[in-house]
């Protein structure tokens, strides 16, 4: 069983930067691929980022690839997503998400097992 706590997410100006963190519990977590996912008001939940269990491997969604970047610490069992140049349309709330497969990054919700409550991250324009 793992358990994930997200934070750091809050208010920003558009252009501005956040660093969302993931802590997990369990210690298996080092073998689990990881996401970020966010849902937006009214919106259906989206894949944001995802990393390998090894940390050698991500794949980003095309509204984030550039400006977000998905790590991790497995002696801290956390995992980080950096976010820059934030938009209004990056306003949303933000899911870390574990995959016990973790041979292969996932895009889709229903691949993985475990989930945290979600931060809110809004971008004022």
């Known amino acids: 069983q793992v358990q994930l706590v997200e934070s750091g997410g809050k208010l920003v100006q558009a252009g501005g930067s956040l660093r969302l963190s993931c802590a997990a519990s369990g210690r298996t977590f080092s073998n689990y691929a990881m996401g970020w996912f966010r849902q937006a008001l009214g919106k259906e939940r989206e894949f944001v980022a995802g990393?390998?269990?090894?940390?050698?491997?991500?794949d980003y969604s095309d509204s984030v690839k550039g400006r977000f970047t998905i790590s991790r610490d497995n002696a801290k069992n956390t995992v980080y997503l950096q976010m820059n140049s934030l938009t209004p349309e990056d306003t949303a709330v933000y899911y870390c998400?574990?995959?016990?497969?973790?041979?292969?990054?996932?895009?889709?919700?229903?691949?993985?097992?475990?989930w945290g409550q979600g931060t809110q991250v809004t971008v004022s324009s």
């Open positions: 990393l390998s269990w090894s940390g050698d491997i991500t």
């Open positions: 998400a574990g995959d016990r497969g973790g041979l292969t990054i996932a895009t889709v919700t229903w691949r993985y097992d475990y």
